[in-house]
């Protein structure tokens, strides 16, 4: 490969690098706006999620056309085309996780201006997990980080704990509960910590894409041994 090549190639994959970033940060700032909203139970705050997801689902379609062109172009091979489509696949999952953002935002618009009839402490830390899980898978595929991939793997299981901690909470309190109003608004509690579950398991998934890339195995598996 010529320089000029090289400095081309580079170029365009720093393009993608921003591209993907700029989702990074639409994406967790959907996520941490739509739990806000939903503590405060904010409906404007909600609105403006809702209405960013736009932004992201532009910011989606714009790569997979900028990753097609950059495979038409320069025609990487090997571990170097997994390592470009691997990007294509995170940003489908970014932007999955912002759709969750957006449900996230719904439930809080439909309680607007109303009371919580219990405190989010144990959905604030699992957003917590979410957020760091996404913050070092990105690094991750930056850095072709097959040891942060792993620990990355590993934090899905905190997600899931407070997961279960959550569910058995919530069917505690449905048991002495009569209030109709009171228990749907539980259920849907149960609903937002489903979809934080989800997006721990959409950063799980790019953190088994990045270990199969430089391994060629499965991360999977690899951690069940």
């Known amino acids: 490969m010529t320089p000029e090549r090289q400095r081309h190639l580079e170029a365009g994959f720093n393009r993608l690098k921003s591209m993907l970033s700029d989702m990074m940060e639409n994406v967790r700032s959907s996520i941490q706006k739509a739990i806000d909203a939903l503590d405060r139970l904010d409906g404007d705050l909600a609105r403006t999620v809702i209405e960013n997801d736009e932004v992201i689902d532009d910011l989606q379609r714009k790569m997979d056309t900028e990753i097609c062109n950059y495979i038409g172009r320069f025609q990487p091979l090997a571990e170097d085309l ?61 850095d072709k980080d097959t040891e942060a991939a792993k620990g990355v793997w590993t934090e899905d299981s905190k997600v899931d704990e407070y997961y279960l901690y959550i569910k058995r909470e919530v069917r505690d309190k449905l048991i002495s ?19 934080l579950e989800r997006a721990g398991d959409h950063a799980t998934n790019i953190a088994e894409e990045i270990y199969y890339i430089k391994k060629g195995e499965s991360l999977k598996e690899e951690m069940r041994r």
């Not at 144990?122 to 957003?127: L, P, Q, R, V, W």
């Not at 070092?136 to 930056?142: G, K, L, Q």
């Not at 209030?179 to 509690?189: K, N």
């Open 177 to 195: 509960m009569s209030d109709s109003g009171a228990i749907g608004q539980l259920l849907d509690l149960l609903l937002v910590s489903r979809f």
């Open 82 to 142: 997994r390592y470009v489509l691997t990007m294509m696949k995170l940003a489908t999952d970014l932007e999955r996780i912002g759709d969750l953002a957006v449900n996230i935002a719904e439930v809080a618009v439909g309680y607007e201006n109303q009371t919580l009839v219990k405190p989010l402490i144990h959905i604030k830390k699992m957003t917590a997990v979410v957020e760091k899980m996404l913050e070092e898978v990105i690094d991750a595929y930056y």
